[in-house]
């Protein structure tokens, strides 16, 4: 059975860094793209930064210079490193794996989702 958990959300204040976590199994090989997804209050859920199975990696404008987005084959794990938080940064996020790839864009298609964890910047 599929599973994704996400880690490391938590408080800190505008400017601090934060590194998410996603541990993966179940699944026989590595999906064709992980990545990061992010949901804020009232507002729609957004792709933040997605890694392909090649290596290659995009990420939306808002974050770009600001996060990365890594793995850990040995550990079935990915990463989201986030430098340099802003308030605007508030969000519960989510880690996705899937066969697909919505091209050009920080967003996983056909993904598996996990539970999400709250990061939280304040200013």
């Known amino acids: 059975q599929v599973q994704l958990v996400e880690s490391g959300g938590g408080s800190v204040q505008s400017g601090g860094s934060l590194r998410l976590s996603c541990a993966a199994s179940?699944?026989?090989?590595?999906?064709?793209?992980m990545g990061w997804f992010r949901q804020a209050p009232g507002k729609e859920r957004e792709g933040v930064a997605a890694?392909?199975?090649?290596?290659?990696?995009s990420y939306a404008d808002s974050v770009k210079g600001r996060f990365t987005i890594s793995q850990d084959n040995a550990k079935n794990t990915l990463y989201l490193q986030m430098n340099s938080l802003k308030s605007e940064d508030t969000a519960m996020y989510y880690c996705?794996?899937?066969?697909?790839?919505?091209?050009?864009?920080?967003?996983?298609?056909?993904?598996?989702w996990g539970q999400g964890t709250q990061v939280t910047v304040s200013s």
């Open positions: 996705a794996a899937g066969p697909g790839w919505l091209t050009g864009t920080p967003e996983c298609g056909s993904a598996h």
């Open positions: 179940g699944y026989t090989y590595r999906p064709f793209c």
């Open positions: 890694l392909l199975r090649d290596g290659s990696s």
